[in-house]
């Protein structure tokens, strides 16, 4: 795959990611910096399924580049949940799971040879979904734990700023 087709579906991925956090009311300021993290999670998961990585290892660097470049975006250690989710649709699973889904229907209505075949589709599709589900979480846990290092200045002073005892003086009334 090009350079130019990771782009063109970076930049379609990016699109239907912010779709979907204006469809789930995300807050106007996060809508840009889940624009850009799904851009570079897609993009960092095709340039490294082109390098050779396996589609799990794969997406869990780009689960990990979607907190680490929209903590960056946001400059903070607290990314809002509906950026990482939002940011994070178009690595998901979703052929897997539809195949899962249908799978379970034939599941129930099949019997002989070709519920054996659709049990082990089943297993396969469930397998694949539970891998990628398992590498999303691992990439945002790193990417938490990465951003909570590299804003641990602003953690510190926000810890001094919340303390009470730190008002030098108090009006009474």
């Given at each position: 795959m090009s350079i130019e087709y990771i782009l063109i579906d970076g930049l379609w991925s990016a699109l239907f990611a912010t779709a979907m956090s204006i469809r789930n009311s995300t807050p106007y300021k996060y809508i840009i910096p889940t624009f850009l993290s799904s851009i570079v999670a897609v993009c960092t998961r095709d340039l490294l399924e082109n390098a050779g990585l396996s589609?799990?290892?794969s997406t869990?660097?780009?689960a990990f580049m979607i907190v680490i470049s929209s903590g960056l975006f946001i400059r903070?250690?607290?990314v809002p949940p509906v950026v990482m989710v939002c940011a994070v649709l178009p690595l998901w699973a979703s052929v897997s799971m539809f195949n899962m889904l249908n799978d379970l229907r034939k599941v129930s209505l099949l019997s002989g040879d070709a519920l054996n075949k659709a049990a082990i589709d089943l297993t396969a599709n469930t397998a694949v979904v539970f891998v990628i589900t398992i590498a999303i979480a691992l990439g945002f846990a790193a990417g938490l734990a990465v951003l909570k290092v590299i804003f641990r200045?602003?953690?510190?002073?926000?810890?001094?700023?919340?303390?009470?005892d730190d008002v030098p003086f108090l009006i009474k009334n």
């Open positions: 589609t799990n290892w869990l660097f780009a903070s250690q607290r200045r602003e953690s510190i002073e926000d810890t001094i700023v919340d303390k009470k």
